[in-house]
């Protein structure tokens, strides 16, 4: 873990030498910085000389450019919260606890680390005392090329609205603000995606809360250009208030959202309002994007990533024995989960089918014959004698109490089958349990393991999944879908979520992953 909770990085290089030296001076500074990395860009600064006074560069595509680098090089440093100023003049949301140049900061070092702690200080509101460090130099390739046109400016507008999910502020979405704080005089209109906007988004279960997102926002855009008015709003519908708005004149859109700024100039113009200077910005390469994720830096690829890592603490239950080490596998109707069974019980853990257990309840000389034929009548019978399940589950299907009273019967009683199953796990030496539960969260089962891993697939794809395994209609598939607790429902209390959306292949890595990053966390606990 690097040392500092959070730096302030003063890079003095020529903007046109930035897109050679991001990449080596991001580098060290992360080593250094575990928190938010401020960058204050002052080309030509002397921080050696007596009084070194904070100033913003102009707007200008140059700098453009050097943010694109910046943001960029931060992508390859996974995990680094990059945020470059755009002007002093506020305290900073996070308090810098180290200060950072590159060492070809022209001056000897102990006048530059003083020039250091005085700039910040001005600037930023930072203690005196600061501890300054100078990076080694991030220099390498040839003189940069003059600049095109040294005068050029980026046109500039007194308000400008921005949209899009902002899940997961990333180094596509930091260029992206930046560059409309860039263009804007007095006010940013931020849209921020919510509601039906994001039925259809990859992996939309764990995409942060509207509040969160609006949090974060907020707190990197008031620290990048604290000058602006920020008016941050849900966004329900594809246009929001870019359509009613009359002091709106540019919106900010990439090249994949300008048919959408098309779309809103269009509806501008119905409602007697005058076009929006669209100003595009282009998208950023992801060079570690996988084979199923997008080429761009993206909000889903990131999400993916998120698969088959611990996204909130195992339960800490002193009831609950450490050995064996009992997962819960829960998930819908077509979600995969049984194929994801399989993958853990070849890499070595121990399976538990509650759907085995559940069907065993109910044989004649069951722990649950005698209790659910005297609940529901003779006529759930067939000829044999034995219970017939479609019968049954006519009688329950819809009708919250009679499913209450079948339930409170057969789940105490699987539940007991169950710990006899982890028993014998344990007795055989096995490390990990796998208990395969669709029932898990709704039997309130969760008490009797570890860690909840869940199985998710988005609605569509579980509704062709059930109709090509079990012959249904799409209604009925859906109708049974809807009857469950919802994928978003599961992921709240779940610690691990995986996905079969893609490939087997690509399944498959991920539960390899998940199993990895738990024999990790065994091991951990086993040296404790």
């Known amino acids: 873990?690097?040392?500092?909770?959070?730096?302030?990085?003063?890079?003095?290089?020529?903007?046109?030498?930035?897109?050679?030296?991001?990449?080596?001076?991001?580098?060290?500074?992360?080593?250094?910085?575990?928190?938010?990395?401020?960058?204050?860009?002052?080309?030509?600064?002397?921080?050696?000389?007596?009084?070194?006074?904070?100033?913003?560069?102009?707007?200008?595509?140059?700098?453009?450019?050097?943010?694109?680098?910046?943001?960029?090089?931060?992508?390859?440093?996974?995990?680094?919260?990059?945020?470059?100023?755009?002007?002093?003049?506020?305290?900073?949301?996070?308090?810098?606890?180290?200060?950072?140049?590159?060492?070809?900061?022209?001056?000897?070092?102990?006048?530059?680390?003083?020039?250091?702690?005085?700039?910040?200080?001005?600037?930023?509101?930072?203690?005196?005392?600061?501890?300054?460090?100078?990076?080694?130099?991030?220099?390498?390739?040839?003189?940069?090329?003059?600049?095109?046109?040294?005068?050029?400016?980026?046109?500039?507008?007194?308000?400008?609205?921005?949209?899009?999910?902002?899940?997961?502020l990333h180094g596509a979405h930091r260029l992206l603000l930046s560059a409309c704080c860039l263009l804007a005089r007095r006010r940013l209109l931020a849209g921020v995606a919510d509601g039906d906007l994001l039925r259809h988004k990859v992996l939309m279960e764990l995409i942060e809360p509207y509040e969160l997102r609006a949090a974060k926002l907020r707190e990197f855009l008031e620290d990048v250009k604290p000058s602006l008015r920020y008016d941050i709003v849900p966004l329900v519908d594809p246009y929001g208030p870019s359509v009613t708005d009359p002091d709106l004149q540019c919106l900010v859109v990439s090249e994949e959202t300008r048919r959408g700024g098309e779309a809103v100039n269009k509806k501008r113009l119905e409602n007697g309002l005058p076009e929006l200077a669209l100003y595009e910005i282009l998208l950023m390469k992801d060079p570690d994007h996988s084979q199923n994720e997008e080429e761009k830096i993206s909000s889903s690829s990131l999400r993916q990533r998120l698969l088959g890592t611990l996204l909130r603490p195992p339960r800490q239950d002193p009831a609950l024995p450490s050995r064996p080490y009992v997962i819960g596998l829960t998930g819908g109707t077509g979600s995969g989960k049984t194929s994801i069974a399989k993958l853990l019980g070849h890499l070595g853990a121990f399976l538990i089918d509650a759907d085995k257990l559940g069907h065993a309840v109910y044989v004649p000389g069951g722990p649950a014959y005698e209790q659910v034929v005297a609940a529901f009548g003779a006529e759930i019978l067939k000829e044999d004698g034995t219970i017939n399940r479609k019968v049954l589950g006519a009688k329950v299907f819809g009708n919250q109490e009679r499913l209450k009273s079948l339930t409170d019967i057969v789940w105490p009683e699987m539940a007991r089958m169950v710990k006899e199953q982890i028993r014998e796990a344990d007795a055989q030496g096995k490390a990990v349990c796998v208990l395969d539960a669709a029932v898990l969260l709704e039997a309130g089962w969760q008490d009797m393991v570890h860690e909840v891993w869940t199985a998710i697939i988005p609605e569509e794809e579980a509704v062709k999944r059930i109709v090509a395994r079990d012959g249904l209609s799409e209604e009925a598939a859906r109708s049974r879908l809807q009857s469950q607790m919802t994928n978003s429902q599961r992921v709240e209390q779940s610690q691990v979520v995986l996905c079969t959306l893609w490939e087997p292949d690509v399944t498959r890595k991920q539960v390899e992953k998940a199993w990895d990053f738990l024999q990790q966390r065994l091991s951990q606990e086993g040296s404790l």
């Open 1 to 168: 873990m690097p040392p500092f909770a959070c730096g302030l990085l003063v890079l003095t290089a020529p903007l046109g030498a930035l897109p050679r030296r991001a990449a080596a001076a991001l580098a060290a500074a992360a080593g250094l910085v575990a928190g938010p990395l401020y960058v204050h860009l002052q080309p030509g600064l002397r921080l050696a000389a007596p009084d070194p006074r904070p100033a913003a560069p102009p707007a200008s595509p140059a700098l453009l450019r050097a943010l694109a680098a910046l943001y960029a090089a931060a992508a390859a440093q996974r995990g680094l919260d990059l945020r470059v100023l755009l002007g002093p003049g506020r305290r900073l949301a996070r308090q810098p606890r180290v200060l950072l140049a590159a060492a070809e900061a022209p001056g000897p070092p102990g006048p530059v680390r003083l020039g250091l702690r005085r700039l910040a200080a001005a600037a930023y509101g930072c203690p005196p005392r600061l501890p300054a460090v100078l990076l080694e130099e991030a220099g390498g390739g040839p003189e940069e090329e003059p600049e095109e046109d040294p005068a050029a400016a980026l046109p500039d507008f007194a308000d400008v609205a921005v949209g899009g999910t902002f899940d997961r």
